[in-house]
């Protein structure tokens, strides 16, 4: 199995989803389903920009986690700084 991301990077990914959840009162569970919810609508996406930056997500199995997700979130917001 390939990994895109690093141990820390997505341990810190799994630390932001705890920390989320513990801010808003909610369950992790709840966290991962509605950033899962998110990343299907952004991946449905038909702009076709939208699809060329989505191509550039590498993720490790048949669909992406929300660690990974993160992970990649952050490295885009880094590469933009």
Same mark, same amino acid.
């Given at each position: 199995?390939?990994?895109?991301?690093?141990k820390e990077e997505?341990?810190? #990914?799994?630390? $932001?989803?705890?920390?989320? &959840?513990?801010?808003?009162?909610?369950? /992790?569970?709840?966290?991962?389903?509605?950033? %899962?919810?998110?990343?299907?609508?952004?991946?449905?996406?038909?702009?076709?920009?939208?699809? #060329?930056?989505? $191509?550039?997500?590498?993720? &490790?199995?048949?669909?992406?986690?929300? /660690?990974?997700?993160?992970?990649?979130?952050? %490295?885009?917001?880094?590469?933009k700084m």
């Amino acid at each position: 199995k390939m990994m895109y991301y690093t141990k820390e990077e997505l341990r810190r #990914a799994a630390d $932001a989803i705890t920390k989320t &959840a513990k801010a808003n009162g909610v369950s /992790e569970t709840e966290v991962r389903n509605e950033m %899962r919810i998110a990343m299907n609508i952004g991946r449905n996406d038909p702009d076709p920009a939208v699809q #060329a930056k989505w $191509a550039s997500f590498l993720y &490790a199995g048949e669909d992406p986690t929300v /660690e990974e997700f993160i992970a990649w979130c952050i %490295r885009l917001a880094k590469d933009k700084m």
